[in-house]
Nanobody, 115 residues
Framework: QVQLVESGGGLVQPGGSLRLSCAAS????????MGWYRQTPGKQRELVAV???????NYADSVKDRFIISRDNAKKTVYLQMNSLKPEDTAVYYC?????????WGQGTQVTVSS
């Protein structure tokens, strides 16, 4: 079973940047399409970015042109570079397989965008 550990969140001012990391265990990591998801209280978890095993990417409209997803299969890590952050990006961010979210969820990493 793949284990996921997210990190890199924090408090940032509007317009700032953060880079999130998701470290995975499991020898088959490189074969999976991975996604970054985010959740705010009272709302469903939202998929914001996806990267396939060969590096093709897709983004939610709300983050397109601001966020960049990437992966390093040798390090079993998925990244989310977040630029031009807005208060509405405030959420707990998680990674998981996409689209089935078949792995156990990690603890997530809190991103707070506020002045």
């Amino acid at each position: 079973q793949v284990q996921l550990v997210e990190s890199g969140g924090g408090l940032v001012q509007p317009g700032g940047s953060l880079r999130l990391s998701c470290a995975a265990s499991g020898s088959w990591f490189r074969l999976y399409t991975m996604g970054w998801y985010r959740q705010t209280p009272g709302k469903q978890r939202e998929l914001v970015a996806v990267i396939t095993s060969v590096g093709s990417t897709n983004y939610a409209d709300s983050v397109k042109d601001r966020f960049i997803i990437s992966r390093d299969n040798a390090k079993k890590t998925v990244y989310l570079q977040m630029n031009s952050l807005k208060p509405e990006d405030t959420a707990v961010y998680y990674c998981n397989e996409s689209p089935k979210m078949q792995f156990n969820w990690g603890q997530g990493t809190q991103v707070t965008v506020s002045s």
